[in-house]
Each structure stands twice: as structure tokens, then as C-alpha cells.
């Protein structure tokens, strides 16, 4: 028990004796450069009508990624949005996206991957097609799309 009780004493100290890292100043640093993403994730038809939406809010770092991963008959989207606050405290917003498309028909795949950047401000919102933008089609489509918007977690007017 008294071997117990040292180990719980000790363990906030041990990633500064390992590391020489200040347990108290990593804490500052999160609380200072939290960042808070809010993605609403939409699949629009053909008409522009909304068909389906979700929202999440994930709390990152500057350099730390967000996983979005939308599966459905046929198809796997996989979004990784990450955040870079700049020096002029802009936020470069990288998205990378894969596609994995299949059809009834066959058991055939296709896939497809997208990587974009877009430095915005903090709380300025920004659309994101992993599969592109339909310009005309024949047939009924429905498209997917990414609205993102990161806010400095200490100037939100939530917090």
C-alpha cells in the first residue's frame, strides 16, 4: 500500500524528470493555444436541399490533426483537418481527404485523395468537398461537404 500511495505522489513529477518538461508550463501552454474545431458535416442533393447533416466540436493543438470519417453503402470518406497557427495569428487550415468509392455492380474500388490549404481567421468558416463539386450531372447525386470553422479556444464566446 505505502508503494501505492508513493507512485500516485510521484507520478505528476516523472514527465518532468524524464523529460525535463514542467508539468505546470505544459498545462499553460494547452490553456494558451487550445484550439477549438467545429465541423458540420453536410450531404446535399442534387436541388441543394440538406438530406443529411451532423456537427462536432473537437478541442486540438496547432499541428494536431482532426479525424472526420463518414461511412456509407458503397462508400468511406476520411477527412484529417489540421489546424497551424501562423505568426500573424492566422490559422493555415490543412485538409486532407481520401475517397473510397464503389458501385452494386462490381466489388471494384475506386479511390481518390485531396490535400488543401487555406490560411483563414479564427472563426471564419470554410468548405471543404472531399468529393469535389458536381457542376451538372444526368443523373440524381448527392454531394458531401465540410463546413470548418477554428476558433482560438481562449477567445471563444462559448468558453
Known sequence: MGRRLLFLL????????LFGIDINDALRYLEKNALNIEIITRVVDDKGSVVWNTEMSRIT???????????????????DITPYIMNDSTILLVSQGEVWVGSSDSDEMVHYSTIKSLPVNPGESVLFFPLGVVKTSETKIYNIELEIQVHLKNDNPGN
Open 61 to 79: 493543438i496547432s499541428g494536431k490533426s482532426v479525424k472526420v470519417k463518414l461511412s456509407g453503402v458503397n462508400i468511406l470518406v476520411i477527412t
Open 10 to 17: 510521484i507520478l505528476p513529477y516523472i514527465p518532468s524528470f
